[in-house]
T-cell receptor, first 114, second 114 residues
Framework: AQSVSQHNHHVILSEAASLELGCNYSYGGTVNLFWYVQYPGQHLQLLLKYFSGDPLVKGIKGFEAEFIKSKFSFNLRKPSVQWSDTAEYFCAVKSAGNNRKLIWGLGTSLAVNP | DAGVIQSPRHEVTEMGQEVTLRCKPISGHNSLFWYRQTMMRGLELLIYFNNNVPIDDSGMPEDRFSAKMPNASFSTLKIQPSEPRDSAVYFC????????????FGSGTQLSVL
C-alpha cells in the first residue's frame, strides 16, 4: 500500500535560516507529488506540485521541492524562512492516472521565531 | 468566488446524536472530497465523488458514516450515531478535472463528540 512519511514532526527555526522538510513515499509506479501548507487558522492550500519534467519544482513564496526518484523523496526547501512561514506543511502523493486519491503525510509543524 | 464553503464551523454534540456536515464546492468543480484530520492519523480521505457519483469510499471508517452528493453544488457527511472517537476536523475539498489536481479546501468543521 502507498504511504507517505514526513520525518520531522516539529521544526523550529530562526528567521533567515534555511529550511528542508523531508518527505518519502512508498510506491513503485509513476506518481504525482504535492506539498500543501496550512497557515494558522486557515485552510489547506497548494504550495507546489510535481507531475513530470524538471524534478526541481518552484512553488509559491520562494519554496521549491526536488523529486529524487531513486530515493522516493520529494523534500521541500526554502533558502531563507520568514516568520510568516510558520504553518503546518503536508506532503501528499497519488498514483499517476485517473485515480484522484491522495495519500497524505502526517504533516510537519514549522515555527519560525522572529 | 467564495471558495469551498463548509458548515457548521464548529459542532459540539453528545455521543449517540446524529451529526450532519455540509459542503458547497466551488462552482464548476466536478470532484469533491471529504477528509478527516486528527493529530494521530493526520489527513485521511474518507470518500470522494466525481460528477456527484461516489468513486472511492474505502476511507469511510464504518457504517455509521455516510456521504451524499445530491447535486453538483452540495454534499453532506453524516455520522449516526456519533462517538467520542469521531472528534476531529472534517475538511471538504473540491477540484476540477483537468485542473492539475489542485485541491481547494474549505475551512473545515471542528467536531467534538462528548
Amino acid at each position: 500500500a502507498q504511504s507517505v512519511s514526513q520525518h520531522n514532526h516539529h521544526v523550529i527555526l530562526s528567521e533567515a535560516a534555511s529550511l528542508e522538510l523531508g518527505c518519502n513515499y512508498s510506491y513503485g509506479g509513476t506518481v504525482n507529488l504535492f506539498w500543501y501548507v496550512q497557515y494558522p487558522g486557515q485552510h489547506l492550500q497548494l504550495l507546489l506540485k510535481y507531475f513530470s519534467g524538471d524534478p526541481l519544482v518552484k512553488g509559491i513564496k520562494g519554496f521549491e521541492a526536488e523529486f529524487i526518484k531513486s530515493k522516493f523523496s520529494f523534500n521541500l526547501r526554502k533558502p531563507s524562512v520568514q516568520w510568516s512561514d510558520t504553518a503546518e506543511y503536508f506532503c501528499a502523493v497519488k498514483s499517476a492516472g485517473n485515480n484522484r486519491k491522495l495519500i497524505w503525510g502526517l504533516g510537519t509543524s514549522l515555527a519560525v521565531n522572529p | 468566488d467564495a471558495g469551498v464553503i463548509q458548515s457548521p464551523r464548529h459542532e459540539v454534540t453528545e455521543m449517540g446524536q446524529e451529526v450532519t456536515l455540509r459542503c458547497k464546492p466551488i462552482s464548476g468543480h466536478n470532484s469533491l472530497f471529504w477528509y478527516r484530520q486528527t493529530m494521530m492519523r493526520g489527513l485521511e480521505l474518507l470518500i470522494y465523488f466525481n460528477n456527484n457519483v461516489p468513486i472511492d469510499d474505502s476511507g469511510m471508517p464504518e457504517d455509521r458514516f455516510s456521504a451524499k452528493m445530491p447535486n453538483a453544488s452540495f454534499s453532506t457527511l453524516k455520522i449516526q450515531p456519533s462517538e467520542p472517537r469521531d472528534s476531529a476536523v472534517y475538511f471538504c475539498a473540491s477540484s476540477r478535472q483537468g485542473g492539475g489536481e489542485k485541491l481547494f479546501f474549505g475551512s473545515g468543521t471542528q467536531l467534538s463528540v462528548l
